[in-house]
């Protein structure tokens, strides 16, 4: 029974909307009909503002057209058209629905006649009936635009809208394009003095235009209210600049700091200077490439999950290339660092050159899931997806290396060899595992990092040569053997980058920061956090 | 004592190798213009022209060989004083084309026409005279090395934070020569050389005159090379090598010890820089280029650093390599290059004059006293502690402090 019920209402529901919007239909017919008989403009002035009054959207192109003069009446049975004129002959459409309606001779039709002021009431209608739609987006790009082309003529309708307004963003948006207005119009003081409270605490770009304009004008307390408010919004924005500073700072120091990561572990606990560390964050980015091609080419349907992936596979390619350097090269020559910064350089030119020999000196594309395209507005803040993906999961890897190498037995391991080496032996450790277990750790990390940034630059064979001399700065500058400091070193250098960047410019602000690196380093060798004890050098 | 008996076998090797260069700066120069094209002895133009490009590279690694074999520190950054004496060059050869550029400035170098400079800046004034650029060669490099030295050294930034801050140097270097506002002719550099000294700087004759100038400059480097590593200051700078902390506690000051040595070591790859760039005919930012500054150090190590004659067979034998391998071979020359860095510091520690050194038992007085070739004791002791308790044992990581 109560199914039935529910299938009856429905049919009503349906059938009534049907007949609604079929009579509203006629009802619009007979409205539109009425332009045939209007013979002055004040007649036209009456038809437009009673089709604007119905508030319904199919009135719309019939009024863009009116006002561009391309409605028509035929001479012959006063039918209403909009038409557009090809020669001597007009091509005719139904007013509401578009749909053709034949040719015509430009002499069997009349022009309906609009001028200024009709073509502004025309205007003002057509807002009315954006402003009056139903889905709220809508609603709201309209009140953006009346808010950037404000008109005082446009306040009454903003004051209904703003009335029958219940999406509270919506209402927001509304009373200030009606601030907007108000400013421009001869309204009393008071309503002006509500109207610069209402865009000042917009506080955006927009806002200050219109109030700057305005204060160039006015006269006497509003002139006053107004540069207040000017100076309120300047002081404002300045906020913001330095929030976004922070903000393109703190993208580019996670991002110096995944770069860094892995290097921090080989050098900084190791103390294996290894060049071909950037070679491994690329290796990382061209395993990404090749699982995206893989799973476009077997299962399209998983492309969204193939970061997740590639960031197991990057972390298992790169470590087994680490583990074969340091079984291979690196620990022949322990205790000689520098011979140790020859050979990984020759280990990373071999890499970069096996890596263009395979896939070609070109970029290669690597792909962006739906989920991390588009960004998110805070405030006057734009933060696109993709970087706050990097920052959180540079956090993440940061936080799982912390809680490797502070809690679990692999890492008291490691860091019982980096200590003292012989009593760990002798405590059964086996040292040459710990060794090759802890460069693959590192090299594995620089392949993660790798997949992070395949996101945010080009993949090429070059994609390391472009991060290891900042990671080395960011691992010296932060003290090497301290995780912390690495991650002070790399948030530091990324937000002074983009502080100096506004002044400076991106590449001599990258010079700058350089030379400051070079000269902090004469006054604390050791970097930010230098270990203290016996192990330092005398 | 070491430094005797080293300077007493070696002369007859430096002897021979100042003969051979100077010989060279003769005899190349007579073969290429004297002989007649037909003829069997004749010298080809592109032949003088690279192995004079090869002598420029063998002065630049026998100054890195200087710092990095005799004292012990490895510059990631000799490339920049290469290219700062090349630039300084570049612009005394910019002014000397005059009002015949594309756009006919009798002041303004093209690229600044272009950029719509309106005067010459004022650190271009002055390099249409030779002499001035001649000093500026030797001054400019001079004066960056003793300034990052002077502030280094004292606050005894050694071994491979030394490495990284010097590679800091260059590679910032690259990025502000990169830049159009500097007035170097940003991402192009300088090119379209006209003259030298008034004489034309595509002809036979001026090539040859440069070849000369270059064997010759070289074999001055190796006479300076071998009188400073020979004299009482020499034995110094090898015991600063070898025990940085031990020659202070005795009471010398190794921070001055070493300065002299990077200051000379940048003035020689200055010159180095300055006649390269008249024979090749282009200077530009990508002679920064860290990897550059790294590659120097091969050339070094393969001829055997801590020798003088090694860097410049290895930078010879080594640019012939990759001036066959990018003829015949292109996409294998970054493989043999990587191979070479890996191969040369596993298996030839001393490189090949140190091992054919090593090799010869006929000479028993050398093989117990030289200083030279042990690897271990030339790095180690410069950037871990003095006396680790594990010096000797099995190599083992040791953490970088």
Redo the contacts between chains.
């Keep these: 029974m109560g199914f039935l019920r529910k299938v009856v209402a429905a049919c009503l529901i349906v059938a009534a909307t049907l007949h609604g919007a079929a009579a509203d239909e006629a009802d619009l017919r007979l409205l539109v009909a009425k332009f045939a008989a209007a013979k002055n403009f004040q007649a036209t002035e009456a038809v437009v503002r009673e089709l604007g009054a119905t508030g319904d959207p199919a009135v719309e192109k019939l009024l863009t057209a009116l006002s561009q003069g391309g409605l028509y009446v035929r001479k012959g049975d006063d039918a209403v058209f909009v038409g557009d004129e090809t020669g001597q002959d007009v091509q005719l459409r139904d007013p509401l629905n578009g749909a053709p309606a034949g040719v015509a001779a430009k002499a069997d039709l009349s022009k309906v006649k609009v001028n200024n002021a009709l073509r502004r009431v025309i205007r003002d209608a057509l807002g009315g009936l954006t402003l009056g739609s139903k889905d709220p987006a809508v609603r709201l790009a309209a009140a953006d635009t009346m808010f950037r082309n404000p008109d005082p003529a446009a306040i009454a309708a903003l004051d209904t809208a703003i009335a029958g307004e219940d999406v509270t963003s919506v209402k927001t948006r509304l009373e200030q394009a009606r601030a907007a207005a108000v400013l421009l119009s001869d309204l009393g003081e008071a309503d002006k003095m509500t109207a610069i409270d209402t865009l000042s605490a917009r506080a955006d770009q927009d806002a200050l235009s219109q109030l700057t304009r305005f204060h160039t004008s006015a006269q006497g307390a509003l002139r006053d209210a107004a540069g207040a408010a000017v100076a309120l919004i300047h002081q404002r924005l300045a906020l913001w600049q330095v929030a976004q500073n922070v903000w393109y700072g703190i993208s580019l120091g996670s991002v110096l700091l995944l770069a860094a990561i892995g290097l921090a572990i080989t050098f900084g606990v190791m103390g294996v200077i290894n060049m071909a560390h950037g070679e491994m964050v690329m290796l990382g980015a061209y395993t990404t490439f090749v699982v995206q091609q893989a799973i476009r080419a077997l299962a399209p349907n998983l492309f969204d999950w193939s970061l997740a992936v590639a960031l197991p596979m990057a972390f298992l390619v790169a470590g087994a290339v680490g583990l074969a350097i340091e079984r291979g090269i690196i620990r022949f020559l322990y205790g000689r660092p520098l011979e140790t910064l020859l050979a990984t350089w020759g280990v990373s030119l071999i890499l970069q050159q096996a890596v263009r020999t395979i896939f070609g000196p070109t970029n290669q594309e690597v792909g962006t899931p739906p989920w991390m395209s588009g960004s998110l507005q805070l405030g006057q803040l734009a933060i696109t997806w993709n970087r706050l993906c990097i920052v959180v999961f540079c956090l993440a890897v940061f936080a799982l290396l912390l809680w490797v190498m502070k809690r679990t037995r692999w890492g008291l391991q490691m860091r019982a060899v980096t200590q003292n080496r012989r009593m760990a032996a002798s405590m059964g450790i086996r040292t040459p595992w710990v060794d090759a277990l802890t460069f693959a750790l590192g090299s594995g990390i620089a392949g993660i990092a790798g997949v992070a940034l395949s996101q945010i630059d080009n993949v090429s064979p070059n994609f390391g040569q472009g991060y290891i001399i900042d990671s080395f700065m960011v691992v010296v500058f932060g003290g090497v053997g301290n995780l912390w400091g690495t991650f002070v070193g790399a948030m530091s250098l990324g937000i002074l980058n983009k502080f100096l960047e506004p002044y400076a410019g991106a590449v001599l602000g990258k010079i700058i920061v350089l030379v400051l690196i070079i000269l902090f380093i004469q006054k604390r060798p050791r970097g930010l956090f230098a270990l203290k004890g016996r192990a330092v050098e005398a | 004592m070491t430094g005797r008996f080293f300077a007493g076998s070696a002369t007859s090797r430096i002897a021979i190798t100042i003969a051979v260069l100077l010989a060279i700066a003769v005899i190349v120069p007579i073969l290429n213009i004297a002989v007649p094209t037909g003829s069997a002895l004749h010298v080809p133009n592109y032949v003088v022209g690279l192995v004079g490009k090869y002598l420029c590279y063998a002065l630049l690694a026998l100054a890195l060989d200087l710092v990095w074999g005799y004292c012990g520190i ?1 510059s990631l950054g000799h490339g920049a004083f290469f290219a700062l004496g090349g630039y300084a060059m570049g612009m005394y050869l910019m002014r000397q084309i005059g009002d015949r550029g594309v756009y006919g400035n009798p002041l303004l170098p093209d690229f600044m026409v272009f950029l719509n400079w309106k005067e010459l800046p004022w650190f271009w004034s002055g390099f249409d005279q030779f002499w001035f650029a001649a000093l500026m060669v030797m001054a400019v490099p001079g004066l960056l090395a003793f300034a990052f030295g002077w ?2 050294f ?8 030394l ?3 010097t ?3 260059t ?2 270097l690259m ?2 020569f ?2 159009n506002d500097m007035g170097f002719g940003g991402n192009n550099g300088l090119t379209d050389f006209k003259d030298i000294l008034g004489f034309n700087i595509q002809a036979n004759t001026t090539r040859s005159g440069l070849f000369a100038a270059t064997a010759t400059a070289l074999a001055f480097g190796v006479f300076v090379t071998w009188c400073i590593v020979g004299s009482k200051y020499g034995k110094l700078l090898m015991a600063v090598r070898d025990a940085e ?1 031990r020659t202070r506690f005795l009471g010398w000051r190794a921070e001055n010890v070493k300065l002299f040595a990077f200051t000379v070591s940048a003035v020689m790859a200055g010159i180095a820089g300055a006649l390269y760039v008249p024979q090749v005919g282009i200077i530009n930012p990508g002679e920064f280029d ?2 550059n500054s ?1 590659e120097v ?2 050339w070094a ?1 393969v001829g055997g650093r801590g020798t003088i004659v090694g860097p410049i067979i290895g930078a010879v034998l080594v640019n012939a390599g990759k001036s066959w391998f990018t003829g015949a071979l292109p ?2 020359w ?2 043999a ?6 191969a ?3 298996f030839l ?1 001393s490189g090949i004059v140190g091992t054919w050194d090593r090799w010869q038992p006929a000479r028993p007085a050398r093989g117990t006293a030289k200083v030279d070739v042990v ?2 004791r030339i ?2 002791p410069a ?4 006396a680790h ?3 000797g044992a099995k ?7």
């Design positions: 490895l502030f280094a004292r606050s005894r930034v050694t071994g491979v934070y490495s990284i801050i590679q800091a140097m590679y910032a990025l502000a990169f830049r902390s860290p990897a790294i150090v091969v190590a996409e294998f970054l493989f290059l990587g191979g070479l860095f890996i040369v510091t596993l520690p690897p271990e790095v180690a950037e871990s502690s003095g308790p594990m010096a190599p083992q990581p040791q953490p970088a402090e």
